[in-house]
Structure formats: C-alpha cells, structure tokens
C-alpha cells in the first residue's frame, strides 16, 4: 500500500501506452463520468485507451460526452502498462475486468470511499472528496490540463450526481471551486441536468409508485425501507438503472434517520441500499459487517440469503445502531 502523489500518478501514466480505465460495476455517474473524463484527457496524450465497465453504459447515463467509448468484459483481453480503477472501493467491485485483463502492469487506484483499502501499487484515496471525479478535478488542475468542454461535462456529471445535486455532506468549497472551473471549461449547466434529472423513463415512475405503496416504517418512525423482488421486476418491466435513486424518497422523510432498499437479485443474493441522515449511524460500518462498504451516510452490500431474511438482519443492525446513538 501505498499513499501516491498526483505527480506520481501523472508520471506513470505519462510512460504508459497501453492504458485501461474502470470503474465499479451497476455504475454510477461518478463512475461512468470519472471514467470517461480520464480517457479522453489520456486519449488526448496519444495514449492507446480502453474504457471499461462490467455493465456497460446503462441507458440513463448515454448522454455523457464519449459514452460509445466504454466497452464491456467481452473485448478481446489485451495487455495493459496500467489499469486504472476509479471510483472502486474494493477491487472485486470491477467485476470480472482484471481477471480478462492478459497483463496488468501496474494498477492505480483513484477513489474517495473511506473503506477503500487502497489496493493500487500507487492509490489516491481522499475520503474528503464527494466524488472521484472532485479528484480528479483537483487531479487536472494540479498539472495544469486544460479542460475540454467534454472532460469538464463527464467531471461535472460525476460530481452532480454523487453530491445529489450539492447537496449531500462532503459538499464542501472544493466542489463549488471544481464546478466553476468545469462550467467555465464549458459545461452546459441546464441541458446536463435536464439529461441527468428531467428525463426519467416512465417506468421509473411506475416502480417509484410501486415503492410508497410498499415502503415500511420501523423502529419508531426512524427507519424507512423498501423491498424490490424478481416477481415485481418482472411485473413492472423494470431496468436495474431504474432504482438509482428511490431511496431518496424514503430518507427525505421527516423523522427518518436510516432509509434502506432491499433488491433481490437472481443467484439467492440481496443488494442492499442503506442511507443515513446521522453520522452517528455509521451504514458504512453496518454494511461492513455484510461484506459491504461505502461511505458513512451511504453504502450498500451484497448478502445472501432471502428477501425477507436479509431485510430481518440488517434492519435489525440498523435499528439497533439508531437505538444506540448517544
Ligand atoms: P448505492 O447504494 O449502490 O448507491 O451505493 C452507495 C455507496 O456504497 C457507493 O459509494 C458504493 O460504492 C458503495 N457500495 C454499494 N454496494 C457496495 C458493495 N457491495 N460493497 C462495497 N461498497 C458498496
Ligand atoms: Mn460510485
Ligand atoms: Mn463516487
């Protein structure tokens, strides 16, 4: 383990030629936006780049600027100089991109999750940032690249998104410093976020129905849940990207201090979605001992077990850390 310096990085990239860059799988915006704002500037080096993600571009995040360029594990294994992991908080979070990868150099790792146990031969971890692409914001400034308006429109998406729009903690100066400079590289503000939050696929509202119809309220109104299973899925004719975001819902309740979405995925396993409005309930660390991670207000896990028993458990967990705020 190592603690790298942006120069560092920028050194190592500078020597490479054959370069790829991932991101964790179910993307996210600062995953897919961080990726493609790191091609594109290594791309514009002359660098030979592959942009991957284990599940591709999901169909809410193709207006990114490059999005054609992300290619999925199916590519023809290739040796890389360096592989680049970005936004990954552990390294079985790329999915099966390393094992199809011939030869992998050296890996670098760019990440703002505080359980990231920097897993690079060179990590930058910066659990300050509230998102990769912050970092990388303060990456390209600190060696002085000037930002295409198509860098600055994956960086700034990356931001947005993980922040909720600025708005969420770790929202700090930094991030107002970075969008300014991403708005004035050229970032078309509105026609962004009318891509990235006004254009919903009618079926998000139909599984978000769905979601207030079925939400639960335990522990005394503190804790806020919602199970999705395969049958509803099914029903609804909805798409994984489509859940990104529900939650919210639940944890903007007055009252609720924990809002957790179960999903039941196909091989006897749940996702788990778990927010927090209080630090003092840490779900990073509850979802640490399901063999998750995160960040403090937010973080997920994959367990096994059904529906109904894994709600149980981890609702259990939640509610008796609520409880034991002092
Ligand atoms: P999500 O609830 O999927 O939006 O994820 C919230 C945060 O938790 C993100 O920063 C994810 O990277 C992290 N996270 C989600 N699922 C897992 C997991 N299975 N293991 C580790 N971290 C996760
Ligand atoms: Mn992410
Ligand atoms: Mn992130």
């Not at 860059?21 to 660098?47: C, E, N």
């Not at 760019?110 to 930058?124: K, R």
């Not at 899925?233 to 903007?252: K, M």
Request: proline share 4%.
């Amino acid at each position: 383990m190592s603690r790298a310096t942006f120069a560092e990085i920028a050194a190592a990239l500078e020597s490479a030629q054959e370069i790829l860059v991932a991101s964790h799988l179910r993307p996210d915006g600062d995953a897919l936006g961080s990726t493609l704002a790191f091609t594109l500037w290594l791309r514009s080096l002359g660098k030979r780049v592959t942009a991957w993600n284990q599940d591709g571009v999901t169909r809410n995040f193709r207006y990114l600027p490059g999005h054609e360029l992300i290619t999925t594990p199916e590519s023809t294994p290739r040796a890389f100089d360096v592989v680049v992991a970005l936004d990954t908080s552990v390294k079985n979070r790329l999915g099966t991109v390393l094992e199809s990868v011939a030869a992998a150099g050296l890996l670098i790792n760019i990440d703002h999750h505080v359980s990231n146990e920097a897993f690079g031969d060179l990590s930058y971890i910066d659990p300050s940032a509230p998102a990769t692409g912050q970092i990388l914001c303060e990456f390209f400034q600190d060696r002085g690249v000037a930002l295409t308006p198509e860098i600055a429109t994956n960086l700034f998406a990356a931001v947005s998104t993980d922040t909720g729009s600025f708005q969420y903690s770790g929202t700090n100066a930094r991030t107002f410093d970075a969008a300014s400079r991403l708005v004035a590289a050229g970032v078309n503000v509105a026609e962004l976020s009318g891509a990235m939050y006004e254009s919903q696929p009618r079926r998000r509202l139909d599984l978000l129905r769905h979601a207030l119809n079925e939400a639960k309220f335990s522990c005394d109104g503190h804790l806020a849940s919602f199970s999705l299973s395969l049958a509803t899925v099914e029903q609804l004719g909805v798409h994984p990207e489509d859940n990104e975001g529900i939650i919210d819902h639940l944890r903007s309740v007055e009252g609720v201090v924990s809002a957790v979405f179960f999903e039941e995925l196909p091989e006897g396993r749940v996702r788990v979605s778990a927010r927090s409005k209080d630090p003092r309930v840490d779900v990073c660390e509850i979802c640490g001992q399901f063999g998750g991670g995160g960040h403090p207000l937010a973080a997920g896990a994959r367990i096994k077990g059904s529906l109904a028993e894994v709600e149980e458990k981890f609702l259990g967990a939640v509610c008796h850390e609520i409880r034991n705020r002092n």
